[in-house]
């Protein structure tokens, strides 16, 4: 209250009128409060009325003018060569062709559609998750030397990083607030329903417009994959941590799937923490890391990933990075080989060598 | 004639009214039936139709995907579950199916056909082997599709599981194709041996062109107790001598146990079902590749030279 009337009067110029004041502080707590400093795409996205007050003539005439203002950016399918995309950086321009092991490139925003078996060239069978990459577009990109977020994620390096905001998922503008829709003005593609922001290094920084297809991921490549795992809410010990619960029968008495024992007596008398013990599974984020690209469809831009261990549900959003496992990540590749040429309609379908094609005779085993 | 014409087309709507059917039943002694009646009265049905069409000028669209499809490739109708239903991937699963298909012949079977598959295996002596024995259990829907084959060698009964779309599945040929009066015969492994006992060299047995299924209405002899499973709670209707070897109390167990009003829980018949509606635009779909490989079957066949069949199990 005091403070506030202070800077009133500092306002007013009449600070001299106040300079013998004492201004008591009581406590340093606002000093480090933390303060809030959400991205600038945190707005409010929905409206909270959707077309309640509009006229049936005026919807068609919205609906009319949604179509004029997006009709170009809006193809989901567009094959932008790669290449022509890249941002001419600093970096870019003063290193054309630098090994790019340490480089970042733009991650994807896809859903897991599925999981259905496939045979490699030796007769085994392997389960493969599908993934398909929904309408991701470039939205922005925030060089290093600007982007200074709240908190900073735990990567080694983190400042050499700028940030490459994408979008995925068309969404009807005429249900989204102004601001939100604001953000999706520099880059001129249609409102997006899920954000994700990727740190690159400089030299793998895109346009915002660029539109990002399975043709991204290379068939042999490496993939982290984090995802939301399916929500099981509060369950008890046996289901959300394996434990082998007690005897049906022989005397066992209400009993029969709990926890049994969480600590010992003495000096370690206390529950410790980290005890395993009902409670909420699931639903947490977690990444499944360095899973291989198999096969990939440009068409439906969907590709096939090994492993059924994807989190998340069928349908869920899952978010695709470059893997970070040292032995599985790309070792020796230049800028140049971000560059995607235009794939022909015919070689859509791409499959690892070291798999089985259906369309190949069927397998043998030869004698040796 | 016009209430005559009434009274059938009203038949053939209650008919008409029972739309969902199980995907996996293969009942096949209550669609025989039925396919019977249906084939009966088509004729009948053609004549009215065509006379009300010609009265009203409506065009008739005839159905083109044949309504046994479901039967002959089940495998092609996705997992009901919801959760689990994708459009894009089962899409994707068909194109795959059809891969394989161009290059193996699947032909069409059921629970109760005789099979001979003939796979490639890196154990075997020169690195392929033949399995003869009777389709056991027919499950699981897309490229994940299996059945199980059983027969006795030497004594000892032995199963295998067969991905109907393993690449290395060479050869699969049907032998004898019947159906049974269940919808799968896991109590073969407590019957007498000599019900799942198939001759190694048996030669395929030709069906006339056009002719139904014909159903086996053999009942199986068990074995006593101890079984497997509960065959006595599982209404078998395959099973001759069941009630030989149930005391009271199994009986009473059995009758306890028993759900006869889940036949009238549409809801769970519902879940459980792809509704006919989807299964009409999935075989549409893939019919014309289905249908090119079914006219191409019937031609090798024709150009087979007509060996009369021995009677050997």
Redesign the interface.
Known sequence: MLGGVVFKLRDLGLMKLTGSMVIHVRGKGHLNRPRIRNPHWFLRKKLSNIGELTTSDNKVFINQLVRENYNEADVSNNLKVYEQNLMKTEASISSPSIVISQNRRCGTIARKIGEYPLWLNNGEKIRTTLLQIIDNHIISYIPPEKYSPAHYPNVKNVNKFGCLLVGAGTINPTWLTKEYCGIFHESRVMPKKMLARFLVSPEAALHPGTALNVAHYRVGEFVDVRGKTIDYGFQGVVKRFGFKGMPASHGVTKTHRRVGNIGGGGEKGRVWPGTKMPGRMGSRWRINKGLQVLRTYLKYNVMWVQGSAVPGPTGGIVYLYDTILPHRKKKISSIASLSYENIDKVTDDIWSEKLHRFKDIRMTHKNE | MNVSTRFLINRLGKQCAFNRIVTYSTKSTEHAAANAVETEKEPKIKETTASTASEASIPIRKPVIPANYRFIYPEFLPDPKI????P??????RM??L??R???DLPEFYVGSIMAVTS???HAE???SRFVGICIHRDRC???ARFILRNVIDHQGIEVIY?L??????KVEVLRLEKRLDDSLFYLRDALPEYSTFDENMEAEQLEEGAPVPVNDIKVVLRPRPWLERWERQNLRGVANIDQYLKDKHRQSARRVQKPWEKYDLMKQYRATIPEEEQNEIFAEVYAELHAQELQRKRNKRKRTFVKPKQLA
């Open positions: 959760e689990w239903r994708n894009i991937r089962e899409k994707l699963e795959d199916m891969d394989r161009r290059q193996i490639s295996d890196p020169g690195k392929v897309g490229l994940r991905e779309y393993d690449p290395t599945i060479q």
